[in-house]
């Protein structure tokens, strides 16, 4: 393999765990924020449609950053 094509592979790797990590930062203090708002439960206590549509998408992120993370560790281990 030649020396370029090995760096494009490195900095690939390193840029796929930047996202997840960026993700696995970001998503958690943001559900947080989204779960204490008065628009994720309705007068009766239930989850509205705001809290179940952010619920799926930061569970959507957030498997997107695992996978992320495993491909990226992956194609390091794999150099």
């Known amino acids: 393999m030649t ?3 090995e760096a494009l ?3 690939a790797a390193i840029l796929l ?3 997840a990590a960026f993700s ?3 998503w958690p ?3 947080r924020r989204v ?3 008065p628009r994720a439960r309705d007068a009766d206590g239930r989850a509205t ?3 179940r549509v952010h619920a799926v998408l930061i569970g959507t992120a957030l498997v997107i950053a695992l996978a992320q993370a495993v491909v990226g560790v992956w194609w390091l281990i794999a150099r």
């Open 35 to 37: 779960a204490a708002d």
């Open 9 to 11: 592979g490195l900095a």
């Open 24 to 26: 696995a930062i970001v």
């Open 29 to 31: 203090p943001f559900w």
């Open 17 to 19: 765990l930047v996202g």
């Open 49 to 51: 449609r705001f809290l």
């Open 3 to 5: 020396a370029g094509v």
